[in-house]
């Protein structure tokens, strides 16, 4: 079954970490570039961060450019989110092309 399965959310407050992980089955993910997605309350879907395959290649979204990396290994992608904002609330996605998890949600609030 091709699966992507998203964990590592929760509340986490102002200024603080998470780090966002993402677990792949089911198609060659070693060939895949991976994706980050975000969703706030009430908003369109963000674009957050994307690596190429061999993991040499990332890309950010200017609102997360020096405080989220991306990175992967031979199973997971990873997404460590620094000094969090309360703007940063929302429900986080990986993706592979057309294939999509089911999001894990992060918010950020004192």
């Known amino acids: 079954e091709v699966q992507l399965v998203e964990s590592g959310g929760g509340l986490v407050q102002p200024g603080g970490s998470v780090r966002l992980s993402c677990a792949a089955s089911?198609?060659?993910?070693?060939?895949?570039?991976m994706s980050w997605v975000r969703r706030a309350p009430g908003k369109e879907r963000e674009f957050v961060a994307d690596?190429?395959?061999?993991?040499?290649s990332t890309r950010y979204a200017d609102s997360v450019k020096g405080r989220f990396t991306i990175s992967r290994d031979n199973a997971k992608v990873y997404l460590q989110m620094n000094n969090l904002k309360p703007e940063d609330t929302a429900v986080y996605y990986c993706?592979?092309?057309?294939?999509w998890g089911q999001g894990t949600l992060v918010t950020v609030s004192s």
């Open positions: 993706s592979a092309g057309e294939i």
């Open positions: 690596i190429n395959w061999t993991g040499g």
């Open positions: 089911g198609f060659t993910f070693s060939s895949s570039a």
